[in-house]
């Protein structure tokens, strides 16, 4: 390089412009700011040249360095504002670009048993019961002895019951996966003074699978236990529930069953919603649907959790959310419900 001072000043503002044009970002413009027009920029220095220059050659160096400092500050804002305007468009072409393929975001939405659970419970909230949920690894003594299962009842069966540990006649506390949500009956009985207004609700399992059966399931349960009430309340209560569930006048109907923890007990049906069509999926063309078991508690079971028999009476219903789940959509097959299938899912949109 020349060691003219003017000269090394057109070199420097050469080399500049080009690194400019050359930045692509406001930050590569920025590096080259400093890097010759910072405070101990390549330019910058320049002027250190006019101490050392002959009084006459000096007002002109001044002059030009000016000049130069001033026309390369232009082109720097210059470019800046290229590169603002340039990025500005670029990020507006794409917002607009109309050519894009829409994203669709899926929304989710409740598993059509949550839904259906919510929509239960929140039935029995307004009649005044409490809503529970029980462990889902069970005392055997919950879920089978005090409810009255007999020893050898084919429900403690290794076909029905999952054992979680021991069995019936070893010293350990015998688990069971709990087979129902009556267990949870016992638990309230044990934990609330009468009266108890309760509904229970949750997973249960058992060794069943197929089209209709799968060894996991829900079931929703209701108890009540007061001075004086009777058969006649269970069913007011089930009548009740099945009006504001499903918002018409359908009829609700007892045939006697058998449950070890209920006497008597009751199968309960409610009428058909879709009529009584001969080729209707539901009900088979017979206007009812099965829908649980039902009873009065057994004096055995108040017995088990001390409350006198003879003092307070009590009901109690179970039955199946799945089912029901399956009833109200038409489910064909009950693995559907578990698969977690998005096609299968996002046709619940609630
Ligand atoms: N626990 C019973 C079952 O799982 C249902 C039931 C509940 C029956 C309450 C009577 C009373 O089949």
């Given at each position: 390089?020349?060691?003219?001072?003017?000269?090394?000043?057109?070199?420097?503002?050469?080399?500049?412009?080009?690194?400019?044009?050359?930045?692509?970002?406001?930050?590569?413009?920025?590096?080259?700011?400093?890097?010759?027009?910072?405070?101990?920029?390549?330019?910058?220095?320049?002027?250190?040249?006019?101490?050392?220059?002959?009084?006459?050659?000096?007002?002109?160096?001044?002059?030009?360095?000016?000049?130069?400092?001033?026309?390369?500050?232009?082109?720097?804002?210059?470019?800046?504002?290229?590169?603002?305007?340039a990025a500005r468009s670029l990020r507006l072409a794409r917002?607009?670009?109309?050519?894009?393929?829409?994203?669709?975001?899926?929304?989710?939405?409740?598993?059509?048993?949550?839904?259906?659970?919510?929509?239960?419970?929140?039935?029995?909230?307004?009649?005044?019961?409490?809503?529970?949920?029980?462990?889902?690894?069970?005392?055997?003594?919950?879920?089978?002895?005090?409810?009255?299962?007999?020893?050898?009842?084919?429900?403690?069966?290794?076909?029905?019951?999952?054992?979680?540990?021991?069995?019936?006649?070893?010293?350990?506390?015998?688990?069971?996966?709990?087979?129902?949500?009556?267990?949870?009956?016992?638990?309230?009985?044990?934990?609330?003074?009468?009266?108890?207004?309760?509904?229970?609700?949750?997973?249960?399992?058992?060794?069943?699978?197929?089209?209709?059966?799968?060894?996991?399931?829900?079931?929703?349960?209701?108890?009540?236990?007061?001075?004086?009430?009777?058969?006649?309340?269970?069913?007011?209560?089930?009548?009740?529930?099945?009006?504001?569930?499903?918002?018409?006048?359908?009829?609700?109907?007892?045939?006697?069953?058998?449950?070890?923890?209920?006497?008597?007990?009751?199968?309960?049906?409610?009428?058909?919603?879709?009529?009584?069509?001969?080729?209707?999926?539901?009900?088979?063309?017979?206007?009812?649907?099965?829908?649980?078991?039902?009873?009065?508690?057994?004096?055995?079971?108040?017995?088990?959790?001390?409350?006198?028999?003879?003092?307070?009476?009590?009901?109690?219903?179970?039955?199946?959310?799945?089912?029901?789940?399956?009833?109200?959509?038409?489910?064909?097959?009950?693995?559907?419900?578990?698969?977690?299938?998005?096609?299968?899912?996002?046709?619940?949109?609630?």
């Amino acid at each position: 390089m020349s060691d003219d001072p003017k000269d090394q000043l057109d070199a420097l503002s050469t080399s500049f412009r080009e690194e400019v044009e050359a930045a692509l970002d406001e930050d590569a413009l920025y590096a080259v700011q400093v890097k010759y027009l910072g405070k101990k920029g390549l330019v910058s220095r320049q002027r250190a040249h006019m101490g050392k220059l002959a009084p006459e050659q000096r007002k002109a160096f001044g002059q030009a360095f000016n000049q130069t400092k001033g026309a390369l500050e232009q082109l720097l804002a210059a470019r800046r504002e290229a590169l603002t305007e340039a990025a500005r468009s670029l990020r507006l072409a794409r917002r607009e670009d109309l050519t894009m393929l829409a994203q669709r975001r899926s929304a989710g939405s409740l598993h059509p048993i949550t839904h259906t659970r919510r929509r239960l419970e929140a039935v029995f909230r307004g009649m005044g019961y409490d809503v529970l949920d029980g462990p889902h690894v069970e005392h055997q003594q919950y879920n089978f002895d005090d409810l009255n299962f007999q020893p050898d009842h084919p429900a403690r069966d290794m076909q029905d019951t999952f054992f979680v540990q021991g069995r019936a006649g070893t010293d350990v506390d015998p688990l069971v996966l709990r087979t129902h949500t009556s267990p949870v009956q016992i638990r309230a009985m044990l934990t609330r003074p009468p009266p108890v207004r309760v509904i229970a609700q949750g997973t249960v399992f058992r060794r069943d699978d197929d089209a209709t059966h799968s060894p996991m399931f829900h079931q929703i349960e209701g108890l009540c236990i007061d001075r004086g009430v009777g058969m006649a309340d269970l069913k007011a209560t089930l009548y009740r529930f099945v009006q504001a569930f499903f918002g018409s006048d359908l009829q609700v109907r007892l045939r006697p069953s058998f449950f070890p923890f209920v006497e008597p007990g009751a199968e309960f049906d409610m009428q058909c919603p879709f009529g009584r069509e001969p080729s209707c999926r539901v009900c088979k063309g017979s206007g009812w649907i099965e829908l649980g078991g039902s009873g009065m508690v057994h004096p055995a079971v108040l017995d088990a959790v001390d409350i006198d028999p003879e003092v307070y009476t009590g009901w109690a219903f179970g039955f199946g959310i799945d089912r029901m789940a399956m009833l109200l959509h038409a489910v064909p097959h009950m693995r559907l419900l578990f698969e977690s299938d998005v096609r299968f899912l996002e046709q619940f949109p609630c």
